[in-house]
């Protein structure tokens, strides 16, 4: 609609435009676009190479507890023993959710909201309950959004459910924690390690979409819950933070590995994507892929786990990458962090629908570091637009259309 109620029909919106005479200057999906300089974390598509403040991810993230990849995003240096305590602490105090935000989540969960939709949802209201000076201090909005991002997720996957969420336990660390207030129960300790990796292995990577669409909300001048609410909503989309559920279920899907092809190259002519493989600057194996196998290995064929669906998921990459190969010759498309997110994670009994929001239990941590580093540059961020709709309309009045 236009203003005075007038529908503005598509095919008036297409008439030819002189705009489109010119030489073109946009760069689709900003694609190659270097849009600041960031001291978090360097993306190496070409040599296959993730460093997060320093750190090659495959020395990080097998190792750091997850509060530790906070101070390390935050500070630039890992914490003391005394630092770690504290920011552990802080972390704990911050994760019981205002009233009004889990009344709200109990709404979207009587409402039959989706977890990322909900976790948006109760993310906007993460400032209740703070004072105005509490609000606006960022310092102590990224200490809440940290501490409360999980406990969001878990309360309204319980409440989903029909169960009462369990309210944070401030004695356990912030990974174990999580795990206990989705379950009830506090986890065994390879579960929590395995989880530590994976968020610390996801906690950062240079300008991806939600970290971009935080950072343009900050350089504006708005608040930090804004920004990560922004975050949220670009993280939900299957190219971003969507696509280790659908990779996991066409794993299921498959069944046993002598159906992968069948199933894969029916998908590719179908013209379907293969959910887990592909990204936009890796064009090489991304190294996350291979943190998270060796995670998922550790905890698949440790006691109890299950070796097969394992070695089902390691054929059907093969598979994957062959069949890509064969159709896409001119484009390298190999594994991305999204397959073994998805093996991971329901190593670690987590349902699916709970991998995209424990995807921004971790990259929160991310979010506040860069929503920092913006607000300290102070630059607003406004790329240009080329033109490409008509020119020089005349205006017709609504009864001679
Ligand atoms: N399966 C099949 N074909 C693919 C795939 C895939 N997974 N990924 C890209 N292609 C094809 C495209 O269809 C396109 O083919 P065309 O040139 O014949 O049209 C070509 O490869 C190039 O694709 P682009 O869209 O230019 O690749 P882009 O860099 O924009 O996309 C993306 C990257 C979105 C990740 C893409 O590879 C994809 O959709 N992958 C599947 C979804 C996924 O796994 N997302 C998680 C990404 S990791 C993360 O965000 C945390």
Redesign the pocket.
Known sequence: MVAGGTTMTWTTMTEPSHAAAKAPTVRA?L?GVVAAATRLSEVDGAAGRLTIAGFPVEELAPHASFEETVHLLWHDRLPGADELAQLRDELARHRALPPAVLDLLQAAAADRVGPMDALRMAVGALDLGLSPAERSDPDRLALRLIAAVPAAVAAHHRLTRGLEPVPPDPALGHVADYLRQITGEAPPADRARGLETYLST?AD?GF??STFAARVVVSTGSDLVSAVTAAIGALKG???????G??LETVFEIGVAERAEEVLAAK?DR???????????YRVR?PRADVLAAAAERLFTAGSGDRELYELARAVEAT?LRL?RE??P??R?ET????Y?ALLLHGLELPVELFTPT?AVGRVAGWTAHAREQAAEGRLIRPLSEYAGARGRRWVPVEER
Do not use: Q, Y
Not at 336 to 339: L, S
């Open positions: 999906g694609e996801v990577h991806n979409a299957p190219l971003h933070g969507g696509a280790p659908p990779a590719l013209g379907e994507r293969l959910m887990g493989f592909g990204h936009r600057v991304d994957a890509l159709r896409k001119d484009r498309l991305n962090v999204e397959f997110t995807f």
